[in-house]
């Protein structure tokens, strides 16, 4: 029985993310909503959106590099 680590670390840093994502929007949008109300929760949102898309944009990028790299060399892994 062979283990793939390199997928285990992967699935890790997906599952980390996502609850990291979890996290900000429940707890920290709810405790703005609680103390300072709807608007302030809603330009919180904008904010952590507006942050959130050069982030998805350099992995997006990251991903195409990849990926061409992987079609030029197919026997480097």
């Known amino acids: 029985m062979t283990r793939d680590l390199r997928k285990y670390a992967r699935q890790t840093r997906v599952r980390l993310v996502i609850g990291l994502a979890i996290l900000l929007l429940i707890l920290g949008e709810g405790l703005i909503y609680y103390f300072y109300g709807a608007g302030a929760a809603g330009m919180g949102l904008l904010c952590m959106l507006g942050t959130l898309l050069p982030i998805i944009i350099i992995v997006i990028i990251l991903m195409l ?13």
Not at 65 to 77: C, S, T
């Open 65 to 77: 590099l990849n990926w061409i790299v992987k079609r030029v060399n197919p026997d480097e892994d």
